[in-house]
């Protein structure tokens, strides 16, 4: 960017971790962007929002219908809230004329992600949608690879992502994504990175789909006897052996020796008394086994593409690693882990191993591996410039993804094969 261009004016709505995370490429870019209003419902969060991006007094807000009443404040609103409030909420600024960037997944129907789209499209302002993936270096390095003709046409992709336990147990069982009545389904939540980078990867268009999966484990019949509701009142012999453990997870792993997220999601006073008293009041201290949860815990989808091409995907609570992608063609294949790209050649016989990062140990996905500073890169760059072709993420192309998660949740749901809907809104 020039030193004369013009900032992006940004509003934040839902000042949470999400939001938080995404604001932040501001306080390293501040020649690229300056948020100048959130809106959040929670009190403490919002101080605590306004004091880091150093919005005033006048820009706090606890609804973003507040900021739809007012003229419009920016160029852009980033959306972070869960996602049944991403509709109204996304029509509403469109309407106003701000360019849209819109946490993933984009609704919880397809109806209302075909409504969001229309919106943006009708008044001419630009949509990001929140698919981090294809904004990581190596993944789009994969992409170029592949478009190459490297490997050959496409044939088949084995895909899996491995979510573990402890993360599983903190989002989809004690946490705010546990129940499809509050939230959505577990695929759609989780997994609609991983359709759109299916969708992404192969050049042709998703036709069919089937699905299995339920939730097996993280419910009532499977809850040890003599165990306590809440792991803060378990006998020690059950809550010691527990890997699910509320005081494991968040005390004895995540503060006391990592001092990772999602401690941050608990409370607010990251402290051990902190914390023991969040687990001892609130959501997160709960056993897996009482919850409200009944989201499935492990998924398989397949995928048919209009071209033949076929990909299985997998997901479970029940592994540790990383996303895995190993993309197989008639001249070869190419896959994707932890451990590098690989790519074997079949005329050849040579097995190529590339490292994902140059002086760079952060390479593993689940961290997103610079993904979310490349999706807000790109996105305050296609405002700049008036270039939709920098957001890979755009309206069509996520909604095209969102189409085939809704239609593998149906046939997960009734045991059938579907056919994906055309993405026309």
């Known amino acids: 960017m020039t030193a004369t261009a013009r900032k992006t004016t940004i509003v934040v709505v839902g000042g949470g971790h999400r939001g938080f995370g995404y604001a932040g490429y501001t306080l390293r870019h501040p020649e690229e962007g300056q948020v100048v209003a959130v809106c959040e419902l929670r009190d403490d969060r919002r101080q605590e929002f306004a004091k880091t991006y150093g919005v005033p007094a006048e820009g706090c807000f606890r609804d973003w219908r507040e900021l739809v009443a007012l003229p419009k404040l920016a160029d852009a609103a980033f959306i972070c809230t869960v996602e049944d409030q991403h509709r109204d909420a996304a029509i509403a600024l469109a309407d106003k004329g701000y360019h849209i960037l819109l946490e993933k997944p984009m609704a919880p129907t397809a109806q209302a992600c075909r409504d969001i789209v229309a919106a943006t499209r009708r008044n001419g302002v630009i949509l990001a949608v929140c698919h981090v993936l294809r904004y990581v270096d190596y993944i789009r390095r994969m992409k170029t ?62 036709a069919r ?9 993280f419910k009532r019949e499977c809850q040890p006897a003599g165990a306590a509701d809440r792991c803060t009142a378990c006998p020690a012999r059950i809550e010691s052996a527990c890997p699910y453990s509320a005081l494991k997870i968040y005390l004895r792993d995540r503060l006391e020796r990592l001092k990772l997220w999602p401690v941050s999601m608990v409370t607010a006073d990251a402290t051990p008394a902190g914390v023991a008293r969040a687990l001892e009041e609130g959501p997160y201290g709960r056993c897996v086994y009482a919850c409200d949860n009944d989201v499935a815990d492990h998924q398989v989808v397949n995928l048919e593409f209009e071209d033949g091409t076929t990909a299985g995907f997998i997901t479970t609570a029940f592994a540790v690693g990383s996303r895995d992608y190993f993309v197989m063609g008639d001249k070869g294949s190419l896959r994707l882990n932890d451990d590098g790209l690989h790519h074997y050649d079949f005329r050849t016989g040579k097995n190529v191993a590339m490292p994902l990062h140059t002086g760079d140990t952060s390479t593993s996905l689940t961290g997103h591996g610079g993904g979310d500073d490349g999706l807000i890169r790109d996105f305050l760059a296609a405002l700049r410039s008036g270039d939709k072709a920098f957001v890979t993420t755009g309206p069509e192309a996520s909604l095209a993804s969102h189409l085939i998660v809704f239609a593998a949740e149906k046939a997960r749901r009734n045991g059938t094969v579907e056919t994906v809907s055309r993405c026309e809104a």
Do not use: Y
């Open 209 to 217: 789909v089937s699905s299995f999966g339920r939730l097996s484990h």
């Open 145 to 206: 690879m592949l478009d190459s003709g490297l490997i050959g046409r496409i044939r088949h992709i084995a895909a899996t992502e491995l979510v573990g336990p402890w993360h599983f147990t903190h989002s989809f069982v004690r946490g705010n994504f546990r129940n499809e009545a509050q939230a959505s389904s577990f695929l759609l939540a989780k997994c609609c990175h991983d359709m759109d980078l299916l969708a992404w990867l192969v050049p042709s268009p998703c």
